[in-house]
C-alpha cells in the first residue's frame, strides 16, 4: 500500500514563500513520477505541477510556471515543492499524488494520493 504524507503547508503573507514535502512509501519511489495538485474552496482540484521518474523532467501550470519550483529526493523518497512569490490566488489544500499511467496533468491519471496540506495566503 502506497502512502504519502505532505507537510509544510501553513499561512503566509502574499509575496512570501513556502515549501511543502510529500513523503512517500510502500512504492518503488525512483521509478514512478509524482505530482503535486491543489483544490480551493469551491473549485475543482488542478493540476500545480508533476516530475518524472528518471529524467526528472517537470511540468508546470501556468498559473505557478516560474515561481514554483519541483524537486525529487529518491534517497529521501521524497518530493518538494518550493513556492515563492505567493499570492491568494494560490490558497488551497496541496495534494500530492503518484502517477499511475497516462497525462500528467490529468488528476483521474493518478493512482495515490496524501490527505492533503493547507496553504493560506493573505494579501
Known amino acids: 500500500q502506497v502512502q504519502l504524507i505532505e507537510s509544510g503547508g501553513g499561512l503566509v503573507r502574499a509575496g512570501g514563500s513556502l515549501r511543502l514535502s510529500c513523503a512517500a512509501s510502500?512504492?518503488?519511489?525512483?521509478?514512478?513520477?509524482f505530482g503535486w495538485f491543489r483544490e480551493a474552496a469551491g473549485k475543482e482540484r488542478e493540476f500545480v505541477s508533476a516530475?518524472?521518474?528518471?529524467?526528472?523532467?517537470?511540468n508546470y501550470s501556468d498559473h505557478v510556471k516560474g515561481r514554483f519550483s519541483i524537486s525529487r529526493d529518491d534517497l529521501k523518497t521524497s518530493v518538494y515543492l518550493q513556492m515563492d512569490r505567493l499570492t491568494p490566488e494560490d490558497a488551497g489544500v496541496y495534494y500530492c499524488?503518484?502517477?499511475?499511467?497516462?497525462?500528467?496533468?490529468?488528476?483521474?491519471?493518478?493512482?495515490?494520493w496524501g490527505q492533503g496540506t493547507q496553504v493560506t495566503v493573505s494579501s
Open positions: 499524488a503518484v502517477l499511475r499511467v497516462g497525462t500528467w496533468t490529468n488528476a483521474n491519471d493518478y493512482a495515490y
Open positions: 516530475i518524472g521518474w528518471s529524467t526528472g523532467t517537470t
Open positions: 510502500g512504492a518503488t519511489f525512483s521509478m514512478h513520477a
